[in-house]
């Protein structure tokens, strides 16, 4: 069984950063593909970025494009992610989910369905 465990989260001004971490253990996969998603009071989970399990493709939702950027360094914490995310907005306030996919092709997906395992969600709150 494949966990997933985000932290990083909490309350921050308008303008401020935060940064997510994230890590996936156990399954049949050595490797991940990992993403985040964000889901705010009375809207569906929207995807913010992710990255391939050698961290060489990553995508990006428009929004968060110039402000976040999504990392992982393999030789240091194998499925272990961050998101650094600069510039926050009231907008961005939401809970922030992280999954993950064991992946055999080297890229970033994007779509919820693509990612079978994740994690209980860390909040991200951002005071005007």
């Known amino acids: 069984q494949v966990q997933v465990i985000e932290s990083g989260g909490g309350l921050v001004q308008a303008g401020g950063s935060l940064r997510l971490s994230c890590t996936a253990s156990?399954?049949?996969?050595?490797?991940?593909?990992m993403g985040w998603f964000r889901q705010a009071p009375g809207k569906e989970r929207e995807f913010v970025a992710s990255?391939?399990?050698?961290?060489?493709?990553?995508?990006?939702t428009d929004s968060a494009k110039g402000r976040f950027t999504i990392s992982r360094d393999n030789a240091k914490a194998k499925n272990t992610v961050y998101l650094q995310m600069n510039g926050l907005s009231v907008e961005d306030a939401a809970i922030y989910y992280c999954?993950?996919?064991?992946?055999?092709?080297?890229?970033?997906?994007?779509?919820?369905?693509?990612?079978?395992?994740w994690g209980q969600g860390t909040q991200v709150t951002v005071s005007s």
């Open positions: 999954a993950a996919r064991g992946e055999d092709n080297d890229y970033a997906p994007s779509e919820r369905y693509e990612f079978p395992y």
């Open positions: 990255i391939s399990w050698s961290g060489s493709n990553t995508a990006y």
């Open positions: 156990g399954g049949t996969f050595s490797i991940y593909a």
